[in-house]
């Protein structure tokens, strides 16, 4: 991105005043003068700074966002950074992230965490933001610039290098990665992951490291890094021959199908795709982050595409000539490991601002911002249609597919234990239709991505770039933060709760409120039904009590996660059947505070069937049966993934 203030010299211009502050007063004054703009509408680009500190910073930036936050006081006015305490350096970066998601990418936060180990744990976080393509401004401290200590409290030291520290790991992490040895070196450092957490193509984490001699260190700044700056998110627009090819390929097709991704949402072009799918009649599969991209019940959306996709969008996928693949990665469940489009002649169009996406399955590339692309194959198309039959076609398929949902909710005996699908169902007919589900990893995700139904651009928010155990209650704390207005409803299986659950209580210290349905099985649900499905009877998946031969056969584990959660601060409520989770749900929507909803379910009992495929390896050789089966099977998806290496539109 190109700022639209002049970047000034790194070194003091001579000309120009200056204003004596510490490296880490810098930062906090330089990030609050960054604004980003895009299609005329102009937002301050961080929106605070989450924080733990210790010994590497507490000095430095704790020191700092204090003085900002007195000063603001003594002014009348509060923070422009204001200063969140978490509790978990990892889950400080998921709030960010999903808070940055949640705002289109156009606002993030900054975090920053001490040397060692406080660092470190920020890495999982580094990697789920690049990994998903969303900004945040990472702030690890770093031991001594001087050496004057050496080794101090938590120092990495290597007998074959002086400069490595544990931060060096951040390296592969970060989209953009420096360390200010030199306070004169921090302009270049902050403008630069600017830059990136800017840019639409580029953008992820981007991690400033400061050892912490340098963060206290005074400087005398030209007074030009402190202007504010406005960051232009551009679009990119597509070149007009390859919209001319992409159109005369979507001509040829008989049965086009569309994957939106994640990239139709952050880049607003819902109303361009919508206008799209209805001129043409092609129908719309969305993958985890596109879905949303149309209205479940828009005539056109077929829904969740992939190996946790509907039969609806997987049997259109299977018989697909022309595929045009609109902001979308193609992973691995999107494309239900290559074989999801069978058809031997498909051929895929790939609108994508990243180049290094736009040419995956073979497509034929239009690099370009989606809503741009969207409109301008709107107007080339003006003259093209899918025929009536196979309008009636994506209609029949929807149509059996929402009656499968349906069947998936129902709920035949209100004083029955609940199933998982079901309780998806109760969550999704009690929220309303601009709140949030947030989710990430176990099984839940894929329930939700071929259950959910979906109402807003902004009302599904599941994690699966990454999908991270932990992300849940930190995500569902920064999809509130960034839009307070919406209730959200975080859905978190027993394993991932236990992973990262302290989070509640920085929502109970900030006032946040969201709700927690937490689905109890004793266990790793998703994992012990993909163990399996490869022969390997749920080993090791089941919180139990060791049993004969020292397996884990014995009885379920006394743990009350209710009782956890309660002693974090939070409201908690524990149901057993509909009725008790209906009334449950209604008391979390109106009280103002963090409520989890404790509900045990039987993971033995799936929800509906998607008909597709992900590619685990299985053991090649066994003694057991179980696992000489599921490779038999697994052999017979294989002989069907194919490459995509032809090249489409040639």
């Known amino acids: 991105m190109v700022p639209t203030a002049p970047i000034s010299a790194n070194k003091c211009d001579n000309t120009e005043g200056t204003v004596r502050l510490t490296v880490s007063q810098a930062v906090v004054k330089f990030l609050v003068n960054q604004f980003v703009e895009r299609d005329g509408h102009h937002t301050r680009f961080f929106a605070g700074a989450f924080g733990i500190f210790g010994h590497g910073n507490v000095a430095g930036l704790g020191q700092a966002l204090l003085q900002a936050e007195i000063d603001a006081a003594e002014a009348g006015t509060e923070s422009e950074l204001p200063y969140v305490l978490g509790r978990n350096e990892q889950a400080m970066v998921h709030s960010a992230v999903a808070y940055a998601r949640q705002k289109d990418r156009l606002q993030t936060w900054a975090v920053t965490a001490s040397v060692g180990p406080g660092s470190t744990n920020m890495l999982t976080g580094a990697a789920l933001a690049t990994i998903n393509r ?5 702030l690890p401290a770093d031991t001594f610039a001087t050496r004057v200590s050496a080794p101090v409290l938590q120092e990495l030291e290597l007998p074959s290098s002086g400069d490595i520290t544990v931060n060096d790991a951040f390296k592969p992490l970060s989209r953009y990665f420096d360390r200010v040895w030199r306070p004169e070196q921090l302009p270049s450092a902050l403008l630069g992951a600017m830059r990136v957490l800017t840019d639409p193509v580029e953008t992820g984490a981007a991690t400033v490291v400061i050892p912490q001699d340098v963060a206290a260190e005074a400087f005398d700044w030209p007074e030009s890094l402190f202007a504010p700056r406005t960051w232009h998110i551009r679009r990119p627009l597509p070149e007009v021959s390859v919209i001319a090819r992409a159109a005369e390929l979507i001509r040829t097709a008989e049965r086009p199908l569309i994957v939106a991704g994640g990239g139709v949402v952050y880049s607003g072009a819902t109303d361009a795709l919508a206008a799209f ?38 049997a259109l996928a299977t018989e697909a000539d022309v595929v045009i693949g609109i902001g979308t990665r193609y992973s691995d469940f999107t494309s239900a490991s290559r074989t999801a ?9 790939n609108i994508n601002v990243a180049s290094m996406d736009s040419v995956k399955q073979g497509a034929l590339s239009v690099v370009s911002d989606a809503r741009e692309a969207l409109e301008a194959l709107t107007g080339a198309l003006d003259d093209y249609e899918v025929t009536s039959e ?6 029949t398929l929807n149509e059996e597919w929402n009656a499968t949902v349906d069947s998936a909710y129902r709920i035949d005996d209100p004083t029955a234990p609940l199933n998982q699908s079901q309780v998806i169902g109760l969550t999704n007919a009690s929220s309303g239709p601009s709140d949030v589900v947030v989710c990430a990893a176990g099984s839940i995700p894929g329930d939700l991505h071929k259950l959910w139904r979906v109402r807003d651009p902004k009302g599904y928010h599941v994690e699966y770039g990454f999908s991270c155990m932990g992300y849940e209650i930190a995500g569902g704390i920064g999809a509130k933060m960034a839009e307070p207005n919406r209730d959200v409803f975080v859905m978190v299986g027993d394993g991932s709760y236990l992973m990262m659950a302290t989070e509640l209580v920085t929502a109970v210290q900030e006032g946040i409120k969201i709700i927690v349905i937490l689905v109890q099985n004793h266990g790793f649900a998703s994992i012990g039904s993909l163990s399996e499905s490869l022969g390997s009877q749920r080993f ?21 996660l209710a009782a956890n959660a309660a002693s974090l601060g939070v409201e908690v409520t524990r149901v057993q059947n509909s009725v008790e989770f209906s009334v449950a749900i209604e008391a979390a929507k109106a009280s103002e505070r963090t409520t989890v909803i404790h509900v045990e379910t039987d993971p033995l009992v799936a929800s509906p069937d998607s008909e597709s495929w992900w590619d685990v390896p299985v053991s090649a050789t066994s003694t057991l049966e179980s696992t000489r089966a599921a490779y038999a099977t697994y052999e017979k998806w294989k002989k069907i993934q194919r490459p995509f290496l032809r090249p489409s539109g040639n």
Request: proline letters at 6%; hydrophobic letters at 25%.
């Open 390 to 395: 196979y309008r009636t076609r994506t209609t």
């Open 277 to 314: 799918c209805e001129q043409t009649g092609i129908p719309v599969g969305q993958s985890q982050a596109g879905k949303g991209s149309l209205r479940y019940d828009h005539p056109q959306s077929v829904g969740a595409i992939g190996s946790t996709g509907t039969t609806a969008a997987n």
């Open 540 to 560: 090791g998946t089941a919180y139990r009590y060791r049993g004969e031969q020292g397996r884990r056969g014995g009885g379920v584990l006394p743990v009350d």
């Open 341 to 349: 489009f069978n058809n031997p002649n498909i051929s895929f169009i």
């Open 134 to 138: 969303l900004p945040v401004l990472l």
